[in-house]
C-alpha cells in the first residue's frame, strides 16, 4: 500500500512508483521505482524487446530498426549475454539501450537477499563482461517481485521498467497482426511497449514490428529507448540518466563465441515477463 507518495512521483502522474513510499523510509531501504509510462507531450513512444539477446533473431529485430531509424532498449538475460557476447557489441553498436532482465530470469519473490542480489548484479556483470555499459534499467522477469526484492532494486539504484502496451508476443500462436493491432490501439505519447527478442520463435514479433514501425511514424511518433522517455521527462531531474547510447561503426571483425543452445531454467516457460 503506498502510505506517502514522493512530490516527485505527484508531478509525475503516471508513472507509477511502488517504492519510496515510507516518508521517513533511510534511501537505502527504498524500493525502486517503477515506470510503465512516461508523462510526455512530445509524440515518444518507448519498444523494449525481452529474453534475448538471441543470435538468430536480435540482429534481425537491430536491421528492422535501422531500417526506419528507430531505437529500443534490450532488457537482456545474462546467461544468454554469456553465450553470444557479440550480440551484445551489436545491439551497443546500433545506439540501442541495453537494460538487465536478471541472470538466470529468476522470479525475484520468496527468494533470500543473496539470492536476488547475485541473480540482478550477475546480470549486470555479464553485460558488461560481454563490452556493453553497466546498466541501470531493470525488468522483472514475470513481472513480480516481492518488497524485499524492490528495496534491494532500490539500493542498488535501479529503475524498473514495466510497460504500457503488452503485445503478448510470447504466447503460442500469437498473430502478427494481433501483436499489430494491440499496439496501433493502444499507442499514446510516453507509453512502453514490450515484445521478445527471444528465445522462441519469433516470426510474428518481426511481422508486427515491420507493420507498426513506419505506421506510428506515419502518425507523427519517434520510437526511441526507456532511456530517450526519461531523459524527455520531468523524470530526468530527479535522478542522473546516463547520455544515449550513439552507434558506432562495426569492428572488422566480429568475435564470436560458439556455446550450447539456451537451455531456461524451468520457470522461464510460464514467465510473462
Ligand atoms: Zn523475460
Given at each position: 500500500m503506498l502510505l506517502a507518495r514522493t512530490a516527485a512521483a505527484a508531478i509525475l502522474g503516471?508513472?507509477?512508483?511502488?517504492?519510496?513510499?515510507?516518508?521517513?523510509?533511510?534511501p537505502a531501504l527504498r524500493m525502486a521505482q517503477m515506470i510503465k509510462a512516461v508523462p510526455t507531450d512530445k509524440k515518444l513512444i518507448a519498444f523494449t524487446f525481452d529474453d534475448g539477446p538471441n543470435r538468430r533473431w536480435t540482429p534481425q529485430v537491430l536491421s528492422l530498426l535501422a531500417q526506419h531509424h528507430a531505437h529500443a532498449t534490450f532488457f537482456v538475460i545474462g546467461q544468454e549475454v554469456t553465450r553470444c557476447p557479440d550480440v551484445i557489441q551489436s545491439i551497443s553498436r546500433a545506439g540501442m539501450e541495453i537494460g538487465n532482465h536478471g541472470m538466470h530470469h529468476?522470479?525475484?519473490?520468496?527468494?533470500?537477499e543473496e539470492a536476488v542480489k547475485a541473480d540482478i548484479t550477475g546480470g549486470a556483470d555479464a553485460i558488461v563482461a560481454a563490452g556493453g555499459p553497466r546498466p541501470y534499467l531493470y525488468r522483472l522477469p514475470a513481472a513480480l517481485a516481492d518488497d524485499a526484492a524492490r528495496r534491494t532494486l532500490g539500493a542498488l539504484h535501479y529503475t524498473v521498467v514495466s510497460w504500457s502496451?503488452?503485445?503478448?508476443?510470447?504466447?503460442?500462436?500469437?498473430s502478427s497482426q494481433r501483436i499489430a493491432q494491440t499496439v496501433m490501439r493502444e499507442a499514446a505519447p510516453g507509453k512502453i511497449v514490450i515484445m521478445h527478442?527471444?528465445?522462441?520463435?519469433?516470426e510474428a514479433t518481426l511481422a508486427a514490428l515491420r507493420e507498426v514501425l513506419p505506421a506510428l511514424q506515419a502518425r507523427g511518433y519517434r520510437i526511441v529507448t526507456v532511456g530517450d522517455l526519461l531523459r524527455n521527462s520531468q523524470f530526468a531531474a530527479q535522478r542522473a540518466i546516463p547520455p544515449a547510447p550513439t552507434a558506432r561503426k562495426p569492428k572488422a571483425k566480429l568475435v564470436r563465441e560458439s556455446r550450447p543452445r539456451s537451455v531456461f531454467p524451468r520457470d522461464w516457460l510460464r514467465r510473462i515477463g
Open positions: 503516471t508513472v507509477m512508483f511502488a517504492g519510496a513510499t515510507r516518508p521517513h523510509a533511510t529468476r522470479w525475484l519473490r520468496n527468494l533470500t502496451i503488452d503485445t503478448r508476443d510470447w504466447r503460442r500462436g500469437t527478442d527471444g528465445p522462441a520463435h519469433r
